[in-house]
C-alpha cells in the first residue's frame, strides 16, 4: 500500500494486508519478526555535529579571512591595539555562528520531545502496557482520552473519539474521528477523519487502531526528515557581504601593488613604501563592518522584542527588509483564535444579534444554543470547552440566557453525544408537560429531518430547499453554520429516533479576524509585499476572511485547495503561484512547494506557522516566523523569528525594522568606503602630482580607528527613513553597492582626497611646515563631516536635526577630541608626528570638512529635484 493513502482503503482490508485478527492482535514472535525488518517506532536523527566543525564553518567567509590576514599584518607592524579589535570581532562572530547553528540543532531534538513514552496494545489477545518505541507495524492500539497517539493508526472503532491534531495541522479545533472512508480520493490531513497521527492526542473518547506506520514513516517522522535534510540557507544580507568582501579584497590588494609600485619608482624608501601599503591595506578594509553589522543587527533585535517579536537567527532581522512575500497561516494569526457567533437567523427568517430585544422565534434558538451545548464556566467565570460550544453559550449569554440557570429550570435528563457519522447532537430536558428535546447539527443533514417550522402559535409548513439556500449562502460568508431542532414529547425516545422535530433556525459562527491585521496587511501591501493565506482550513473560510483583510479583493476569488495542489507538477505552480493569494485544506508537504515555487521566482519569502507540520516549511522559507503563544517547540526550533503575541501586525512591525537596519548599514558601508577611497586617492595620487607622501602609515591607522569606529557604531541608532513602507522591496540579488552607492563613494572619495591634495600643495607653496599635520586633520575632520551629512540618504541634516541620534553626535565630539589631543597634546606630538596648529591652519581645516558635508547635501538636493 503506498505510504499516506491508509486511509481510503476498509479497515478490515487494512488488517488483511498486515495478516492480523483485530481481536487478537499479532503474536509475540511475529512482533520480534517485524520489529527486526522496521526498527524501533523512533523518529529519524542527524549525527550531532562537533565543535571543531561548527567552528570551521565560521571561517569559510572570505571577509572573516581577510579580517585575519588583517589582524597578523596589524600586529607585524606593532598596531596592537587593532590586532586586538579585529581578533575580539572575529571571535565575536564565530561564537555567535556557532550558538545559531546549536539553536538549529535543537529543532530536531524538539520535534523527537513529541513521540509518545508508552502505548496500550493489543497483543496474543492480551493487553499490554508497552515503551512506545517497541510498536510495530500491525499492532492494534488501545486509545483513551488523554492519550498521545504513539504511531500512525487506521482506526478501526470510534466511541466519540476526538484528537487535537493542531501539533500536526495547526487547526485548533478538535477532529471527531470514525472509522469509514472518506468521500474522494484526495484528502488533506485534516481531512481524514479515520486516522489517528504520531504525536497528536486524543481528547474525548474512546477508539482501537491499526499501526501502520512507524517512525521514519509516520507523517511526524517524514516531517523529521525534511529537517534534518533542511538546514539554514545564507541570508540576503551574508550573501551580499560575502560578494563585497571578495571584490573588496582583490581590490586592496591590486591599490596595494599599485601604491608600493608608484613610490619605488618615484624613489621613496622600499621599507617606508612597504609599511605604507600594508597600512593602506589595512585602512581599505572596513574591519569594523562586521563589529557595525553585528551591533546594528543586536540592537535590532533588542528593539524587535519590545513589538513582541524574538529573534532567534540574528542575520535574519536584516532580512526582514528585503521580504517580498509574506506566507501566512489564518488561525490565531490573522485571526483571533476563538470562534464568535456572528449570524443568528430565527425560523421567521430574521436576523438577530446581541444589541436587539430577542423575538420569540430568537428566544427559544438561543436556548436551544444554551442547552444543546457541553460547555463549562469555570471559577474565574470564563467558557471552558469546545470552542463552538463556548460561543454558543456566550451567544445566549448576551441575550441573558445564562446556561447554568436554564439547566436549574430544564435539567439535562437523557442526551445523544455529537457522532460524526451522523453530524449532530442532542440533549432531552425536563419541562412542565414532559420533555423538551434540542437537536444541532449540520444543516445539510438536520434540515430533512425536520416536519415543520416552529413558531411558538403551532409548527407552520417548511420549505427546506429556502433554508438549504440560506446556509449554503451563510457558508459562502465563510460562517461555519450550525442548524437547531426542537421537539416535546411525553419521555424521552429511543436513541436515533428523530422524528417529528421541528426547525428553529441557523447559526454561523466565524473566528473573527484580528482588527489590527487588516492595517498591517494593508501596511505590507503599500510596501510592495504580497500577502497570501496558507491554512488548513475550507476554502470558503478562508476566502472569507482574506477578503475581510483585504488580501484579495474580491469576495469571490478563486482558492488554491490541496487537492488541486496534488495535481499540479512543478512548472503549473510556478505559473500560478504569484497570482494565487488564498490555500486551503494542504499539507506540510504543499507548504514546502509553495514556497519553493516563490523562491523560483526570486521571490525572497516569510513563512509563518505554529504546528509541527510547518516546521519545514519554516525552516526552508527565507524568514520562518514561529508563534510564541500557540506555537509547538518545533515550530519555534525551526523558525528564524518568534512573535510573542501571534500577531499579523508584528510582522509588518518588524519589516518596517528589517528596513531600517539594512538602510544604517548601507549607510555604513557608504560612509566607510567613502573615508577608504579618501586615504587611498590622497595615497596614490599625491606621487602622481609631484607631492610628497602626505600621510605615514600611523596616521591611516589612526584615521581608521577613529573614524570608523566610535561614528560607524553609532549609526546603529539611526530612525527609520520616512518612506521606509512606501516604497517596494529591494530586488534579493541586489548588491550592497546598487542604487549608484558605488558612484556616490567614488565622487566623495575624490572630492575628499582633492582637498586634502589641496591643502598639503597650498601648505606646501607657501612653506607652511605643518602641511602634513593638515593634511592629517583635514581628513579626519572631513570623515566626520561626511558621517553628519550621509545620516539619511534623502532628507537633509537640518530637517533630520542633530539630536535626532544622539549617539553619533556624541561620537562625532568624541572623535574630534581625539584628533585635536593629536595634534595639540605634547606627548602625543612625537607619537603622531604631528605639529600643533595655528588658529588659521585649524579653521582651514575646519572649513574644508564644512565643504565635504555641503557637497554630500547638494547631492542629497540634486538626486531629490523634480524631472525636466
Not at 514561529?626 to 517547540?633: E, F, I, L, Y
Not at 569606529?709 to 516604497?727: C, F, T
Request: proline share 6%.
Amino acid at each position: 500500500m503506498t505510504p499516506g493513502t491508509w486511509h481510503l482503503r476498509e479497515a478490515a482490508d487494512v488488517a488483511r494486508e498486515h495478516t492480523v485478527d483485530p481481536t487478537l492482535g499479532l503474536d509475540l514472535a511475529e512482533v520480534r519478526t517485524r520489529a527486526g525488518r522496521h526498527g524501533p517506532n523512533e523518529l529519524p536523527s542527524a549525527p550531532p555535529r562537533s565543535l571543531a566543525s561548527l567552528l570551521a564553518e565560521q571561517f569559510r567567509d572570505l571577509m572573516i579571512l581577510v579580517l585575519v590576514g588583517a589582524a597578523l599584518i596589524s600586529g607585524v607592524l606593532g598596531d596592537w591595539v587593532d590586532t586586538l579589535v579585529i581578533v575580539v570581532i572575529v571571535v565575536l562572530n564565530a561564537a555567535i555562528g556557532i550558538v545559531q547553528a546549536w539553536r538549529a540543532d535543537r529543532a530536531l531534538a524538539a520535534l523527537k520531545q513529541l513521540a509518545a513514552a508508552h502505548a496500550v496494545v493489543l497483543r496474543a489477545g492480551r493487553t499490554d502496557r508497552i515503551p512506545a518505541h517497541a510498536l510495530v507495524p500491525g499492532d492494534v492500539v488501545l486509545l483513551e482520552a488523554g492519550n498521545q497517539v504513539p504511531a500512525d493508526l487506521r482506526l478501526f472503532e470510534s466511541v466519540q473519539l476526538r484528537i487535537d491534531e493542531s501539533a500536526l495541522t495547526g487547526e485548533s479545533v478538535t477532529v471527531a474521528k470514525q472509522t469509514g472512508v472518506p468521500a474522494g480520493e484526495t484528502h488533506a490531513l485534516g481531512d481524514r477523519t479515520n486516522m489517528a497521527y504520531k504525536g497528536t492526542t486524543a481528547t474525548q473518547g474512546r477508539g482501537r487502531g491499526l499501526v501502520v506506520a512507524t517512525g521514519r514513516t509516520t507523517e511526524l517522522g517524514q516531517m523529521a526528515h525534511l529537517l534534518a535534510q533542511g538546514g539554514w540557507e545564507p541570508t540576503p544580507l551574508q550573501r551580499r557581504l560575502s560578494a563585497f568582501g571578495k571584490r573588496l579584497a582583490l581590490a586592496v590588494l591590486g591599490i596595494c601593488v599599485l601604491v608600493f609600485a608608484a613610490g619605488l619608482l618615484r624613489g621613496e624608501p622600499a621599507l617606508l613604501m612597504l609599511l605604507t601599503a600594508v597600512s593602506l591595506a589595512v585602512a581599505a578594509i572596513p574591519e569594523a563592518m562586521p563589529a557595525v553589522v553585528t551591533v546594528l543587527l543586536a540592537l535590532g533585535a533588542r528593539r524587535m522584542v519590545a513589538i513582541n517579536a524574538l529573534v532567534r537567527r540574528l542575520a535574519s532581522v536584516e532580512t526582514l527588509g528585503s521580504v517580498t512575500w509574506i506566507c501566512s497561516d489564518k488561525t490565531g494569526t490573522l485571526t483571533q483564535n476563538r470562534m464568535r457567533a456572528e449570524t443568528l437567523r430565527d425560523g421567521q427568517g430574521l436576523r438577530w444579534d446581541a444589541a436587539q430585544s430577542a423575538a420569540p422565534a430568537a428566544c427559544e434558538l438561543l436556548r436551544a444554543a444554551a442547552l444543546c451545548n457541553d460547555a463549562q464556566v469555570a471559577r474565574d467565570g470564563a467558557l471552558q470547552g469546545d470552542p463552538t460550544e463556548t460561543a454558543l453559550a456566550a451567544l445566549a449569554a448576551s441575550a441573558g440566557l445564562q446556561r447554568a440557570a436554564l439547566e436549574r429550570q430544564s435539567p439535562r435528563i437523557a442526551e445523544e453525544p455529537f457522532d460524526a457519522t451522523v453530524k449532530r447532537m442532542s440533549t432531552w430536558h425536563g419541562d412542565a408537560a414532559g420533555v423538551v428535546g434540542y437537536t444541532k447539527g449540520a444543516p445539510e443533514l438536520l434540515l430533512p429531518l425536520c416536519e415543520g417550522l416552529w413558531h411558538p402559535a403551532g409548527a407552520t409548513a417548511l420549505d427546506h430547499a429556502h433554508w438549504l439556500q440560506q446556509a449554503e449562502a451563510m457558508a459562502g460568508e465563510g460562517l461555519r453554520v450550525l442548524a437547531f431542532a426542537r421537539r416535546a414529547l411525553p419521555a424521552p425516545p429511543e436513541a436515533g429516533d428523530v422524528k417529528g422535530l421541528q426547525f428553529l433556525g441557523l447559526v454561523g459562527l466565524i473566528d473573527p479576524p484580528r482588527e489590527e491585521a487588516a492595517a498591517a496587511v494593508r501596511e505590507c501591501l503599500a510596501a510592495g509585499i504580497a500577502v497570501a493565506m496558507i491554512t488548513g482550513d475550507h476554502p470558503a473560510t478562508a476566502r472569507a476572511i482574506a477578503w475581510r483583510l483585504g488580501i484579495v479583493r474580491d469576495p469571490r476569488s478563486p482558492v488554491l485547495t490541496g487537492a488541486q495542489l496534488a495535481g499540479m507538477d512543478a512548472a503549473a505552480l510556478a505559473a500560478c503561484v504569484r497570482e494565487v493569494r488564498v490555500y486551503a485544506r494542504v499539507d506540510p508537504l504543499q507548504k514546502i512547494r509553495i514556497v519553493q515555487a516563490l523562491q523560483a521566482h526570486g521571490e525572497l519569502v516569510a513563512m509563518t506557522g505554529d504546528g509541527v507540520n510547518d516546521a519545514p516549511a519554516l525552516q526552508r522559507a527565507d524568514i520562518g516566523v514561529a508563534m510564541g503563544r500557540g506555537g509547538t517547540d518545533v515550530a519555534r526550533g525551526a523558525s528564524s523569528l518568534v512573535l510573542l503575541d501571534d500577531n499579523f501586525a508584528t510582522i509588518a512591525a518588524s519589516v518596517r525594522e528589517g528596513r531600517r537596519i539594512y538602510d544604517n548599514i548601507r549607510k555604513f558601508v557608504r560612509y566607510a568606503l567613502t573615508g577608504n577611497a579618501g586615504e587611498i586617492g590622497v595615497i596614490f595620487l599625491a606621487p602622481l602630482l609631484g607631492l610628497p607622501l602626505p600621510l605615514l602609515p600611523i596616521h591611516i591607522l589612526w584615521i581608521n580607528l577613529v573614524t570608523d569606529g566610535l561614528p560607524g557604531l553609532a549609526l546603529a541608532a539611526e530612525p527609520a527613513e520616512r518612506n521606509v513602507m512606501q516604497r517596494p522591496p529591494r530586488p534579493p540579488a541586489e548588491s550592497l553597492l546598487a542604487r549608484g552607492l558605488w558612484q556616490q563613494v567614488l565622487v566623495a572619495g575624490l572630492l575628499l582626497a582633492g582637498l586634502c591634495l589641496g591643502v598639503q600643495a597650498w601648505a606646501l607653496h607657501v612653506g607652511d611646515a605643518h602641511w602634513q599635520t593638515m593634511v592629517f586633520t583635514v581628513l579626519t575632520f572631513g570623515q566626520l563631516a561626511l558621517v553628519l551629512g550621509l545620516r539619511s540618504e534623502a532628507t537633509p541634516l537640518w530637517r533630520l536635526g542633530l539630536f535626532s541620534n544622539v549617539p553619533l553626535l556624541l561620537a562625532v565630539l568624541l572623535s574630534v577630541v581625539l584628533q585635536l589631543a593629536t595634534v595639540y597634546v605634547p606627548w602625543l606630538n612625537p607619537v603622531f608626528r604631528t605639529q600643533p596648529l595655528t588658529a588659521m591652519e585649524l579653521g582651514w581645516c575646519l572649513a574644508l570638512a564644512a565643504l565635504v558635508w555641503a557637497a554630500v547635501e547638494a547631492g542629497k538636493a540634486w538626486c531629490g529635484r523634480p524631472a525636466g
